[in-house]
Every structure is written in structure tokens, then in C-alpha cells.
């Protein structure tokens, strides 16, 4: 069997592609910016690309690596290796990405879920290694995870369960990415975190996150900036995101009952600013018989979880 297999993890706003050996440890590595809003062909050509880049890398051929993996973001159909309409790959509709990378690469090919992929990462290799009732949540543009019962992925009739972040938190919350009003994932992700910093700057808030932001788009980032200067209004909305983040959790934490919940994500940079008001809610909300076994970390892997997790799928 190769010792070497290809992972790529494709997110809303960044491609990362490495190459892995069977223990998790990174050979090759390289990421790019998804700039989705070109559409599907042109983030697919730069996908592409990211396979021959870490290819090159470590001058590897395709024949010497297992395969490739690569997380997507769901929904998707494992059997025919499509990706349906994903609510952050504006212009996606039922791509048949396996069969593009097969034509391309002639290797085998396999697609999961991203949040999946990096849930798998966090279990085989990461913090959730040897944890049996174990749940990774990403939080970034949105929110995802990977739920492993008695130490095995949970994945659904359809391979698609584990999407938390489209959990109704308010009846008649914001409308999200997926049409459903008052998810988690509008209240707790990055994009919402970006979302409450321009509704409140355009309510008169005099904020720093301006200055950070200067003439770009407002980010989660650019409100972790301004929070970390003392900015009252970023502080709050920093202080929020722990609150609906503890809220989500406390619901899983009480359908689950996990031994380790790990949390990875873009916004997990500013964990030391959300954790205590997180645990806080959790404390308050989950039943306490739940809390006993538990510990809430951050995911080990880092922006690597994704890509080490969909190259691990081609060893399974
Ligand atoms: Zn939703």
C-alpha cells in the first residue's frame, strides 16, 4: 500500500491541499484563496492546481500516493460524487467532482462532507484520538461536525447528518444560508459574527472595527482585531459569540452526551476572548449528569484538520 495520500479540504474562502503519510504527519503543503464567487469551474481549475503544487513539493507522482480525498462542503451524494448546492459555493449544483478529478488525475477519488473530513482528522490524529463519544464542530463561514458515537462517524441515510449548524436556536431568527430561519450557524459563525458588526455600525456605533476593516469587507477577523484593542462594541459582540456558541453545545451536550468536544474553525483565534462566556452558558443549560465526563478543548489540528482528515479517507 502507497504510504502517502492526498487530502484536499474545500472551504468558502480558502483551498488548503497537503499530503499526509499514515500516521497524520504533513510532507507538503499549500493554500489559496477559494474566491468562490468566480464559480465552479474556476475553483475547481485551482483545486486542480493545488494537486500538482504539492505534488511538485516533494516531487511525488500520482501513482505513489493512495488517492485523493477531499472534504467538500455538504450537502452531497457520496454514491454518485456530487456536491448538490452548498449554502457558501454560490453558483454549486449537483458537480460531479469525482468523476472532474478522476478525468484529470485517474486515481481514486473520494468526497465527503468537510466537516467530516476534519472531524476524522480531530479523531484519528488529533484531540480526538482514543475518545470514543467524541464531536468536532468547526466554526468558520459556518458552522459544522462530526459526530462519532462509540467510535464510529455518524453519518446518516444519506452521509449528511452531523449539520448542527442548521439547528433552530429562534423560531423567527435571521434567515440563514440554507432558506431556514434562526439557525445556529446565523447567530454563531463568522459570517454572522461580520453580519451583527455592519447591522450595528449602520444603527450610528461608533466602533473600531471601521479603522481595522479600512475599505474591505467586514470580517469575524477584523472584529477579533478591534476586540483585542478594547473596543466596547467588538468586546460585546466577541461576548455574544460565546453566549450562542454555549447555547448550541448545550444542545448537543444534552442529545449526545460526549466525553470530548473539540472545537476548531477560523474563530477559534480568539478563543481566549469567547471561552469563558461558552462555558458559562454551557454550565447553565446542559443537564448536569451530562457535564460529569466532559471536556471542551480546542481542536489540535488547526486549519490542517480539514485537509489531513479528506487525504486520511483514501487509507480507509
Ligand atoms: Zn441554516
Known sequence: MENFSLGIDLGGTKIATCIIDNNGNIFARVEMPTLAKEGPEKVISRMKKSVYDVLSQINLSLNEIAGIGIGVPGPIDVEKGTIQNPPNLPGWKDIPLCSIMFREFNTKIIIENDANSAALGEFLFGAGKGVKNFIYITISTGIGAGIFIDGKLFKGIGRNAGEVGHMTINFEGPICGCTNSGCWEAYASGTALSRFAKEGILSGIKTKIIEKARNEEITAEHVFSAARKGDNFALTLVENEGYYLGV????????????????????????????????????????????????????????????IGAASLAFL
Open 248 to 307: 448550541g453545545l448545550a444542545n448537543l451536550i444534552n442529545i449526545f452526551n460526549p466525553g470530548l468536544i473539540a472545537i476548531g474553525g477560523g474563530l477559534t483565534q480568539c478563543w481566549d476572548m469567547f471561552y469563558s462566556k461558552m462555558m458559562k452558558t454551557i454550565k447553565e443549560r446542559s443537564l448536569p449528569a451530562n457535564l460529569k465526563h466532559l471536556e471542551i478543548v480546542k481542536a489540535k489540528l488547526d486549519k490542517d484538520a480539514g485537509a
